[in-house]
């Protein structure tokens, strides 16, 4: 098992999307009904929070309001589970996470715990879109009921301690070694890629991890090209330089480590041409492609939150199209046609939770998009017609309260 937390400044949008998404969960609520809306739940933090101002930040608001946890065990470590398993990992991981003492890294007293136990939260239950597996959603309020802040000071590493504290009461693999075995996982799969490929192409390298259902974040400079890239997989990103022997997958070594996996049939082939968008394995020239000409492609770095970041490439025409079409007519008052567009955006490249999380941060309320997906036969343009409109209606202003 694995968990993160962080501190956010968008609560109300989080809680609404732990609550809101897609075949979501409630597991519990703690110190709050139930059976109330999002907003609701948020709006009662908020005024906790407002009762115990002048204690707790002079009069003024908290900038970061809400904690927010992931909490992932392995899918073989919770297969067949009932929802009381998962609402006793709940309560057991709260317990164990206020139970930490940081005060002594922090040279903080409020580091000595903190108090979730004593404080309003919901804890959801989702299911990722593509693989299916189950994790926990937990956002809390920064304030308890009594009027004290949950310090924040290495609440990330507050998190990983109390996940391998569970980790070693259950016998489960501890959040290092399954870092380490999905490095190796990730790594194995680059390999493979590389054997499979005639010719080496950064182009050709990212679409092949995307069909592989990992996300890519290549760093580019012009002139330079490829000068640095990560890859995520699920809720981890591993940076280039922490995979393969010897950073052999990073880009000043990949094309090598590709002619090493190629020797013996380059030997008996004639070298051909390297495509435009590829470095050379010693980085000092870039040679022109061949008369077929590759699609300009466009690049996009979206973040939905603090700790979700997508790289998407994305051709030119159905950039255009995805401009063209996005609209906020029917969006909520606040929603920028930048926000509406990045939804469409996460959509084409197939990152559906991303996008329903940057519907909802724009005030949307969301749309059915249950059997979502790209049609065998459907070309690049009509796809990114269909994210437009599909963006369009998960960004629309909801009407009135629901869960």
Same mark, same amino acid.
């Given at each position: 098992m694995?968990?993160?937390?962080?501190?956010?400044?968008?609560?109300?949008?989080?809680?609404?999307?732990?609550?809101?998404?897609? =075949?979501?969960d409630? *597991?519990?609520?703690?110190?709050l009904?139930?059976?109330?809306?999002?907003?609701?739940?948020?709006?009662?933090?908020?005024?906790?929070?407002?009762?115990?101002?002048?204690?707790?930040?002079?009069?003024?608001?908290?900038?970061?309001?809400?904690?927010?946890?992931?909490?992932?065990?392995?899918?073989?470590?919770?297969?067949?589970w009932?929802?009381?398993?998962?609402?006793?990992?709940?309560?057991?991981?709260?317990?164990?996470? +206020?139970?930490?003492?940081?005060?002594?890294?922090?040279?903080?007293?409020?580091?000595?715990?903190?108090?979730?136990?004593?404080?309003?939260?919901?804890?959801? /239950?989702?299911?990722d879109?593509?693989?299916?597996?189950?994790h926990?959603?937990?956002?809390?309020?920064?304030?308890?009921?009594?009027?004290?802040?949950?310090? #924040?000071?290495?609440?990330?590493?507050?998190a990983v301690?109390?996940?391998?504290?569970?980790?070693?009461?259950?016998?489960? *693999?501890?959040?290092?070694?399954?870092?380490?075995?999905?490095?190796?996982?990730?790594?194995?799969?680059?390999?493979?890629?590389?054997?499979?490929?005639?010719?080496?192409?950064?182009q050709?390298?990212?679409?092949?991890?995307?069909?592989?259902?990992?996300?890519?974040?290549?760093?580019?400079?012009?002139g330079? %090209? @490829?000068? &640095?890239? #990560?890859?995520r997989?699920?809720?981890?990103?591993?940076?280039?330089?922490?995979?393969?022997?010897?950073?052999?997958?990073?880009?000043?070594?990949?094309?090598?480590?590709?002619?090493? /996996?190629?020797?013996?049939?380059?030997?008996?082939?004639? *070298?051909?041409? @390297?495509?435009r968008?590829t470095?050379?394995a010693?980085?000092?020239?870039?040679?022109?492609?061949?008369?077929?000409?590759?699609?300009?492609?466009?690049?996009?770095d979206?973040?939905?939150?603090?700790y979700?970041?997508?790289?998407?490439?994305?051709?030119?025409?159905?950039?255009?199209?995805?401009?063209? +079409?996005?609209?906020t007519?029917?969006?909520?008052?606040?929603?920028?046609?930048?926000?509406?567009?990045?939804?469409?955006?996460?959509?084409?490249a197939g990152?559906?939770?991303?996008?329903?999380?940057?519907?909802?941060?724009?005030?949307?309320?969301?749309s059915?998009? %249950?059997?979502?997906?790209?049609? =065998?036969?459907?070309?690049?343009?009509?796809?990114?017609?269909?994210?437009?409109?599909?963006?369009?209606?998960?960004?629309?202003?909801?009407? &009135?309260?629901h869960?």
């Amino acid at each position: 098992m694995i968990a993160k937390a962080s501190t956010i400044s968008h609560g109300a949008n989080a809680i609404r999307y732990s609550v809101n998404k897609e =075949k979501a969960d409630m *597991v519990k609520a703690n110190l709050l009904p139930d059976d109330i809306s999002p907003e609701a739940m948020y709006g009662r933090m908020m005024l906790v929070q407002k009762k115990f101002a002048e204690k707790i930040n002079k009069g003024r608001p908290l900038g970061r309001n809400v904690i927010r946890i992931e909490i992932s065990p392995a899918e073989e470590e919770s297969r067949n589970w009932t929802m009381n398993d998962w609402v006793n990992l709940a309560d057991e991981f709260v317990h164990v996470f +206020d139970s930490i003492d940081l005060s002594q890294k922090t040279k903080r007293a409020s580091s000595k715990q903190t108090n979730l136990k004593g404080s309003q939260y919901i804890v959801a /239950l989702h299911r990722d879109s593509k693989s299916g597996i189950l994790h926990l959603h937990i956002d809390a309020n920064r304030v308890d009921i009594d009027g004290k802040i949950n310090d #924040s000071h290495k609440i990330g590493e507050r998190a990983v301690m109390a996940a391998n504290i569970i980790n070693e009461r259950r016998g489960w *693999v501890q959040s290092e070694e399954i870092g380490i075995r999905h490095r190796q996982e990730v790594t194995d799969c680059c390999m493979d890629i590389l054997r499979t490929m005639k010719e080496f192409s950064w182009q050709q390298y990212e679409k092949e991890l995307v069909k592989r259902c990992y996300g890519v974040h290549l760093q580019e400079k012009d002139g330079v %090209g @490829v000068y &640095g890239y #990560s890859i995520r997989r699920g809720n981890s990103v591993y940076k280039s330089s922490v995979l393969g022997i010897g950073r052999n997958l990073t880009p000043s070594k990949i094309e090598n480590t590709w002619q090493k /996996l190629h020797s013996q049939r380059r030997k008996s082939e004639p *070298v051909r041409p @390297v495509s435009r968008q590829t470095r050379t394995a010693d980085t000092t020239s870039v040679l022109q492609t061949s008369n077929t000409s590759q699609p300009v492609l466009r690049h996009y770095d979206i973040a939905t939150d603090e700790y979700h970041s997508y790289h998407i490439a994305i051709p030119e025409a159905a950039d255009n199209i995805i401009r063209q +079409d996005c609209s906020t007519e029917d969006a909520h008052p606040l929603a920028k046609i930048e926000e509406v567009r990045h939804t469409a955006l996460l959509l084409f490249a197939g990152y559906l939770d991303a996008a329903t999380s940057m519907a909802t941060s724009s005030g949307g309320g969301g749309s059915d998009t %249950g059997g979502w997906g790209r049609d =065998k036969d459907e070309d690049e343009l009509e796809w990114a017609r269909r994210c437009a409109r599909m963006a369009n209606s998960m960004c629309k202003r909801r009407k &009135g309260l629901h869960r």
